[in-house]
């Protein structure tokens, strides 16, 4: 796409406010280096930060900018075939969560490192929100958690199996490792998974359907979705939700949390590892004290001090960055 065909959806935008926009879709993509170079003018004259991931397999982003700027960007998806129909998950901030732009070229939109599972030609039932909870409910439904364990322990469903991956790549081997040897669960049973946003738990229903399970359901939209849909009176998620960007966590209302950021081990902070006599701004928390090397600390304590006079002079700091959970 050249520049005057991407401004048609560029506009001057002066909100206050922000949206923060979580998005993906498992569908065939070609091109991806001219899709690349067409989202990546489009999201810049939108004056729209955060990250889109393309692959083979489809998109998936979370970014931010205006609501006119976000409202631009949707139309677009409309407009191509094979993008609309794209669901999109909607929050506020009084300020945009990333710091630049970044639209990347990977090997998967989510990493599983299992070539051959395919959520573009089967996957497991979709579950609108509304009708979540109706499954939490059911007595023989097993419950699992398709987050790392970090997310986990900060906020889950109650009953949710929690596999303690580090990352999504560590799914496969719980499945064969642990899921496989419960006595109580077999090929027929009821299986429902959740995620943040719906691409973690998507794709693993599509693995397990790989292996042989029949029943097979999961939360469209992930939790985002949930919390968006679901009155806070009905909403029966317990704690609050990871997010990765500066936000750190969402309470129900999709509201900032109370954790903040450990940017050494990039861990979620309560308001007690803040007090810590381990905690360190910007160095190491008590989630990661002793785990780092001199060369690393030094780092850190360098890393901090750039941000320290950002701040005083009122600019950003790109080392406060969060990454997105590829």
């Keep these: 796409m050249n520049d005057s065909r991407a401004k048609k959806y560029a506009r001057s935008y002066n909100d206050k406010k922000y949206i923060i926009a979580s998005f993906y879709k498992f569908v065939p993509i070609s091109n991806l280096d001219k899709l690349q170079n067409t989202l990546y003018h489009i999201c810049r004259d939108l004056g729209i930060a955060g990250t889109i991931l393309l692959a083979d397999e489809g998109i998936n982003g979370t970014i931010a900018g205006t609501k006119n700027s976000i409202k631009d960007l949707y139309q677009w998806f409309c407009d191509q075939p094979n993008l609309n129909g794209i669901q999109i998950k909607y929050s506020k901030d009084t300020s945009i969560p990333f710091h630049r732009l970044k639209v990347r070229i990977k090997k998967e939109i989510v990493a599983m490192g299992k070539p051959g599972i395919d959520p573009t030609s089967d996957v497991g039932t979709y579950v609108d929100p509304l009708d979540w909870n109706s499954l939490l409910k059911e007595k023989n439904t097993v419950i699992i958690d398709t987050r790392n364990h970090y997310e986990v322990k900060i906020g889950t469903f109650d009953k949710a199996l929690n596999p303690r991956t580090n990352s999504f790549r560590e799914f496969p081997a719980w499945v064969s490792g642990t899921l496989e040897t419960m006595p ?4 027929e049973s009821k299986i429902a998974m959740f995620c943040t946003g719906g691409i973690r738990c998507e794709k693993a229903t599509s693995y397990l359907k790989d292996r042989g399970y029949k029943n097979v359901f999961h939360l469209e939209g992930g939790i985002l979705k ?4 679901v009155s806070i009176e009905e909403n029966l998620w317990n704690g ?5 960007d500066n936000r750190v966590s969402l309470k129900k209302d999709l509201k900032p949390g109370e954790y ?4 050494a081990c990039r861990m979620p902070l309560a308001k007690t590892d803040l007090e810590s006599k381990k905690y360190s701004p910007g160095v190491h928390c008590p989630k990661c004290f002793g785990t780092h090397t001199e060369k690393q600390v030094k780092r850190f304590k360098d890393r901090q001090r750039q941000v320290e006079l950002s701040n005083l002079r009122g600019e950003k700091h790109l080392g406060s960055i969060i990454k997105q959970d590829g």
Excluded at 226 to 229: A, K, N, S
Excluded at 260 to 263: G, L
């Design 184 to 187: 109580n669960i077999t090929k």
């Design 226 to 229: 949930y919390f968006e849909d």
């Design 240 to 244: 609050e939700c990871f997010v990765f």
């Design 260 to 263: 903040s950021m450990c940017h």
